[in-house]
């Protein structure tokens, strides 16, 4: 085992750290969580001319042909200064279709995700806000070489902004499909948007009879079965990486603070029940910041490990988000304000906890997997 | 990052694995209860058979007997060895003493100690706790009186963990009652068949003679047997903490637990048919599941840390927290799950796994109290690992 940084890690987070320190700054994530996206397009913008989108896309697609464990460290420090940034989205997307895709459709499509020029975000959920796809309703009929798509999926993040959604469908055989279906300004597309505690845009959209390239589809039948699954776990290993470093903040801001407000004629921190409190958030960050390590490094072209995606799922969703209470217990009263930042740690908290199936769900998988 | 074992480590796991096949008995389910005779036997004859594969003191220096080895290897070593719960493991001294007379020690000693250790021949024993000391460990009263070419040992060390089967005891000993409390400790050794040691039994809450208390009357003491300088006991001591602390023995019972209770309840035994497909003991053994990895990549990033030349002080103090933790917790889980069943002692009849949950998880209440209660590592935490001011 190995839990140091290797040299390409240190060089992404050292240069993530750097600039994110003033790009992704409570202003700016104020203002995304308004409703104002221009701060998020000029951001992203930036992003792409580091050419995050593309870390893990292989080169001879335009990418950076990083691993997944590199791009961990990267989704660590967007976590940890709650980047307003699809690149979970982006990441997780272009990873499902370099490993179930035909060479077509890679090289249709990962170059310009790479560019920039596409923004692929995943639409998995519906009405009944479950990440179980066996339930999915969204229905595809085959016409010629094109397939028609109706029905309506839920909590896509940033479809505001994306060209083009990685969804999962029903075939009219019965059997689940996922599909690249362009979404920006697409006949018979609406979007609804909903307004959503993590403060990043997430809507609804609608389909209605929208004609798609059958070229488009990425999977069916089994293998989609496999896709799909292994982009759902990819999404929670990403969630957990983000939490880890979101935890981490959170840890740093709170041990800050209590060293610095004095009660009683000295720091607040002095207090062994204020200690014994940011310990074991020291803990749960690092617990939650090695087993997303840990399920990250085990993704790779060959396979990943679902158990241990599940673990840093697990963990994170509810190690992450009590870390984030104690915090406002240690805060005390100006924690429980709107004005201080912390409610925005807490807010992303809940809503990451619940992406990419939240920890009940995820404990269930992980039975099935010891046998029970 | 690399979240595997080498090919090499992997490979000594499987050999160690292997011996323990055929070192345990068919039907060992332990843990080992080193004041029945038979168990303390298996005990001796395990450990030398690890010391003739040279397993005991891997990451030590080869002219003390060791091979040199990475602390991945002791860990991988104790993990496996506790999974199994194996006896023949004297942690006192390959541990936690043996690191410390190698920092600490002269020549003469590391000669004279070491080796033994390696060859599994002599059992160690710690002396720190005191009936009125216990996480104010530097109150200590045992005193140490300078008389010429030794020292006059008087007072009483308690909670002494197989000092009814040790042959040697590390202690520390107030030297100087003048000093300031941290300033007057040296550390000594002691063989423990010296006039004056007298080894009083305690019965601990699980009905295990484990733990004693040792009372030291005008015991002689060879001055040679001080470790370090006159007066640093306090820091030659931490250190041996320092070591102490790893939390990799309970992540892998734990893992050992959780597994013996998946047995159980997917077996198809028709009381029980009804609770292996609840969804909500499901999540709970998924849960423990989880957590069980956690505090197991807390040990291993510890023994990385130790690998890379760190002394690993915070993180050791948080693999010992959720490490305890957890395996309370998922004896705590067992008991609970084998309901009425949970609740028989062992060796009474119609009692489930041997009544194993039960004693275990009376057993191991000590796990987060021992070796600096839980709540003294999360002031550690606190104040070396995250800076928090103590006034």
Redesign the interface.
């Given at each position: 085992m190995d839990f140091g940084l290797t040299e390409t890690q240190e060089l992404i987070r050292r240069s993530a750290r750097e600039f994110l320190k003033d790009q992704s700054d409570s202003e700016t994530i104020r203002s995304v969580a308004s409703g104002n996206y221009d701060a998020l397009e000029n951001l992203w913008k930036k992003t792409i001319e580091l050419g995050w989108p593309g870390l893990v896309i292989p080169e001879e697609f335009g990418g950076a042909g990083f691993s997944f464990g590199d791009l961990a460290v990267l989704l660590e420090e967007l976590g940890a200064t709650l980047a307003p940034v699809p690149i979970v989205e982006s990441a997780i997307t272009s990873w499902i279709i370099e490993r179930y895709g035909s060479e077509s459709i890679k090289s249709e499509i990962l170059p310009q995700i790479s560019s920039g020029d596409i923004l692929l975000t995943p639409s998995i959920v519906e009405r009944n806000g479950s990440w179980d796809t066996s339930s999915t309703t969204v229905a595809a009929t085959k016409s010629g070489s094109n397939v028609v798509i109706t029905g309506e999926k839920r909590f896509v993040a940033f479809a505001q902004q994306a060209t083009h959604s990685l969804t999962t469908i029903r075939m009219d055989d019965g059997e689940l499909a996922l599909i690249a279906i362009p979404i920006w300004k697409a006949e018979g597309i609406h979007q609804t948007p909903v307004d959503h505690a993590s403060g990043v845009p997430v809507s609804s959209i609608t389909f209605n009879e929208v004609v798609v390239p059958e070229a488009n589809i990425v999977a069916t039948g089994e293998k989609a079965v496999k896709a799909i699954q292994e982009l759902v776990s990819a999404g929670s290993v990403a969630r957990a990486a983000q939490l880890a470093g979101l935890g981490r903040a959170v840890l740093d801001a709170t041990v800050s603070y209590t060293t610095n407000r004095e009660q009683f004629g000295r720091p607040v921190g002095t207090f062994q029940a204020v200690q014994h409190h940011l310990a074991e958030m020291a803990i749960a960050a690092k617990q939650v910041s090695h087993l997303a390590h840990s399920a990250a490094w085990s993704f790779s072209r060959e396979g990943y490990s679902y158990e241990r995606a599940a673990q840093a799922k697990i963990a994170a969703s509810e190690k992450i988000s009590a870390l984030c209470w104690t915090a406002h217990q240690c805060h005390g009263a100006i924690g429980f304000t709107w004005e201080h930042d912390l409610h925005l740690y807490t807010r992303r908290a809940l809503a990451w906890k619940t992406d990419y199936g939240d920890a009940g769900f995820h404990k269930s998988n992980l039975a099935d997997t010891m046998g029970l | 990052?690399?979240?595997?074992?080498t090919a090499e480590e992997s490979n000594f796991k499987r050999r160690l694995s292997a011996f323990l096949d055929n070192a345990l008995p068919d039907d060992w389910r332990g843990p080992p209860d080193e004041s029945r005779d038979d168990h303390w036997h298996l005990n001796q004859k395990i450990k030398r058979g690890l010391a003739d594969q040279g397993w005991l003191v891997m990451s030590w220096p080869k002219k003390y007997g060791g091979s040199d080895s990475s602390p991945?290897m002791n860990t991988i070593f104790a993990e496996e060895m506790a999974y199994r719960r194996a006896p023949g493991h004297d942690r006192f001294g390959t541990r936690m003493f043996g690191p410390t007379l190698m920092r600490f020690g002269s020549e003469d000693q590391r000669i004279k100690y070491l080796g033994s250790i390696a060859r599994g021949e002599i059992q160690w024993c710690q002396g720190y706790s005191e009936p009125n000391s216990g996480s104010d460990l530097a109150s200590l009263q045992t005193k140490a009186i300078d008389d010429g070419d030794h020292f006059t040992v008087t007072g009483a060390k308690i909670w002494t963990s197989l000092a009814h089967r040790a042959d040697m005891m590390f202690m520390l000993v107030r030297t100087d009652p003048n000093s300031a409390p941290h300033k007057g400790i040296s550390l000594i050794m002691v063989d423990m068949k010296s006039p004056g040691v007298d080894i009083q039994p305690i019965i601990n809450m699980a009905g295990v003679h484990s733990f004693n208390q040792v009372i030291f009357n005008e015991v002689r003491v060879p001055k040679e047997n001080l470790v370090g300088d006159l007066n640093d006991g306090w820091r030659v001591g931490m250190t041996v903490l320092n070591f102490e602390r790893s939390g990799i023995d309970y992540a892998a019972w734990a893992r050992a637990a959780l597994e013996e209770l998946?047995d159980y309840?997917?077996a198809h035994d028709p009381i029980i048919e009804t609770i292996?497909s609840d969804?909500i003991?499901?999540?709970?053994?998924?849960?423990l599941?989880?957590?069980i990895?956690?505090?197991r990549?807390?040990c291993?990033?510890v023994?990385?840390?130790q690998g890379?030349g760190e002394v690993p002080s915070?993180?050791a103090s948080?693999s010992k927290?959720?490490a305890t933790e957890i395996y309370t917790k998922v004896l705590d889980y067992g008991v609970e799950l084998l309901g009425m069943y949970g609740v028989l002692e062992p060796g009474s009849s119609q009692s489930k796994l041997e009544g194993r949950f039960l004693k275990m998880r009376l057993f191991y209440t000590s796990g987060p109290i021992l070796a600096g209660t839980n709540?003294i590592?999360?002031?550690i935490?606190?104040?070396r690992?995250?800076?928090?001011?103590?006034?």
């Open positions: - | 990052m690399r979240f595997e074992f991945m998946v309840v997917s292996s969804p003991i499901r999540r709970t053994l998924a849960e599941k989880t957590e990895e956690a505090a990549l807390m291993f990033d023994a990385w840390r890379q915070s993180e948080m927290v959720v709540e590592q999360k002031n935490i606190a104040q690992g995250l800076g928090l001011p103590r006034k």
